[in-house]
């Protein structure tokens, strides 16, 4: 069974609450309660940071995505109006047409194969 890690973080806080709560009675047993509340508290809190971080993250890589794919398009429509340029310069039917052409058809044979 996997837990989140918003119930691992939610679990620490509720053992340490819990210690807390029966602090007393713990006490008597020579427990070092105060240590271990304060260790779980700081786990929680160093594990909710690098969650926070994570996330932050995880946007940031969403938007550097969506860039990328974008700039990648805009190449690939750049290239492809080139061809077409190129063709309707030379002819579609002439030797150096068809080459031209093949330039495009070639990547999109590979991309379909991949």
């Known amino acids: 069974m996997t837990l989140t890690k918003t119930t691992i973080i939610g679990f620490c ?20 309660i105060d240590r271990i509340i304060s260790e779980l508290r700081k786990k929680s809190d160093d594990a ?35 061809v077409d340029i190129t063709a309707g310069l030379v002819g579609k039917t002439t030797e150096l047409g068809h080459q031209t052409a093949r ?3 070639r990547i999109i044979r590979r991309r379909s194969s991949e």
Do not use: P, W
């Open 103 to 105: 330039l495009r058809s």
């Open 48 to 82: 909710l940071a690098e969650c926070s971080g994570h996330e932050i993250l995880a946007v940031k890589l969403r938007e550097s995505t969506a860039r990328t794919d974008a700039a990648v398009a805009e190449a690939y429509n750049a290239a492809s109006a080139a």
């Open 13 to 32: 806080e509720a053992v340490a609450d819990f210690m807390q709560t029966n602090r007393s009675t713990l006490m008597e047993r020579n427990a070092d």
